[in-house]
C-alpha cells in the first residue's frame, strides 16, 4: 500500500467512526502531517474524545486523556522526581505528557502555571525537570478542548500562548440525518461491547515511520512563489486591515505573527498532499486560514462593540486580498 492510499484508508476509517464531524477529522489529519497541535472548541458531546481516541487506536501510537481541573498541578502533567528511600536518590516518574496523543480535555478550567507546563512541553518538545532534560516522543500530538458556554471557574488562556496551537477549530451540531447514523452506531457499539474495549493491533493502519515519511512528502510539495507571496500577504493584512476598507480601519489591535504564515503554509501543504495533489492551490489557503488565523487575532473594542467577529474579518480579507 502507497503512503498516501494508507492515509486515505485512516480518514476513511476516521470519517466511518467519527459521524459528523468530518473537518474535525481532516483537521487532525493536517495537524499531524504538519507536526502541529489543535485547540478544539466545541459543545459536550460532539466526538472530540472518540475522535483523538480513535486516530491513536488507528495509529502506531498511544494515548492518553488528562482531565483539566483548577486543583491540577504542572507535576500532574508533566511527571515528578520520586524519592528512592532504598538507595537514598531520586527517580523521574514521567506524567500523562509522555505520550503520543494528549487529549486536554477542558484546557482553561486548569490555572496559568499548569496551562504553561503543557504549552511549553508542546513549543519545546521536552520537559525539565530540576537539573535533567527529558525529550518527548518524536511523535508528538496535543488535542486541547475547550467549552464555549461555560466560564465560571475557567482560565482563559492568554493570546500569547493560544499562538502556540496550529489550528483552531470550532465544531457544530451534526446535521438530523446524521445524529440517526450516530444513533444506529452507538447501539451497535453497544451490543458488541466495542465502546470499552481496548485498540487491538490489527486495528493499526499507518505506523510512525509512515507518518514522518508522510511530513517529509508534505513538505515536498510544489509551492508557487505567487501563492507563497499570497500567504504573506493574507497574513500582513491581519496587521492591517485598514488598506482593505475604511470599515475595518481600527478593528484589530494585534494581528498574526509570522509564526501565522508557517502555520497556514504547513497546513495548505497537508490540506494538498491529503487531497492527492503535489501542488498547493489558493483554495486550500483559503480554507484553513480561519482556523489558522482566528486564535492569533486580537480585536480591537470597536470590534468587539460591533459585534464584528475575527471570522468575520478574516473571510473579509480572504475576499479583498487579491488571489495570485
Not at 471557574?153 to 450516530?182: C, K, N, S, W
Not at 490540506?271 to 501542488?279: M, P
Request: charged share 25%.
Amino acid at each position: 500500500m502507497s503512503l498516501h492510499a494508507a492515509f486515505k484508508q485512516l480518514a476513511a476509517r476516521l470519517e466511518a467512526e467519527v459521524l459528523g464531524q468530518p473537518q474535525l477529522v481532516e483537521r487532525l489529519l493536517i495537524g499531524l502531517l504538519a507536526d502541529g497541535h489543535l485547540l478544539v472548541e466545541g459543545l459536550p458531546g460532539l466526538a472530540k474524545t472518540r475522535a483523538i481516541r480513535r486516530l491513536a487506536a488507528l495509529l502506531e501510537a498511544d494515548f492518553h486523556r488528562i482531565q483539566f481541573t483548577p486543583d491540577l498541578l504542572p507535576a500532574d502533567l508533566t511527571g515528578s522526581e520520586v524519592f528512592r528511600p532504598q538507595d537514598g536518590s531520586f527517580r523521574f516518574e514521567p506524567g500523562p505528557v509522555f505520550h503520543n496523543l494528549l487529549l486536554a480535555d477542558e484546557i482553561n478550567r486548569a490555572p496559568a502555571k499548569v496551562q504553561s507546563a503543557l504549552l511549553e512541553a508542546m513549543a519545546e518538545r521536552q520537559v525539565t525537570i530540576g537539573l535533567a532534560t527529558h525529550p518527548l516522543p518524536p511523535l508528538f500530538l496535543v488535542m486541547a478542548t475547550q467549552n464555549p458556554i461555560e466560564h465560571e471557574g475557567t482560565y482563559p488562556l492568554p493570546e500569547a500562548q493560544l499562538d502556540r496551537f496550529l489550528l483552531h477549530v470550532r465544531l457544530d451540531y451534526p446535521e438530523a440525518a446524521v445524529e440517526r447514523e450516530i444513533l444506529r452506531l452507538a447501539r451497535a457499539e453497544a451490543r458488541a461491547g466495542l465502546v470499552a474495549a481496548a485498540p487491538a493491533a490489527d486495528e493499526r493502519v499507518v505506523s510512525q515511520e509512515e507518518v514522518f515519511a508522510a511530513r517529509r512528502a508534505v513538505l515536498e510539495l510544489h509551492l508557487s512563489p505567487d501563492l507563497e507571496d499570497y500567504i504573506v500577504a493574507l497574513v500582513a493584512a491581519t496587521r492591517a486591515p485598514q488598506r482593505w476598507g475604511d470599515e475595518l480601519s481600527g478593528r484589530v489591535r494585534y494581528g498574526a505573527s509570522p509564526r501565522g504564515a508557517i502555520a497556514l503554509e504547513r497546513c495548505a501543504r497537508a490540506r494538498a498532499w491529503l487531497a492527492g495533489r503535489d501542488y498547493v492551490s489558493p483554495e486550500d489557503v483559503q480554507a484553513l486560514a480561519p482556523d489558522v488565523l482566528r486564535h492569533r487575532i486580537l480585536p480591537s473594542w470597536e470590534a468587539e462593540a460591533e459585534a464584528l467577529t475575527v471570522d468575520a474579518l478574516v473571510a473579509a480579507l480572504i475576499e479583498r486580498v487579491p488571489v495570485p
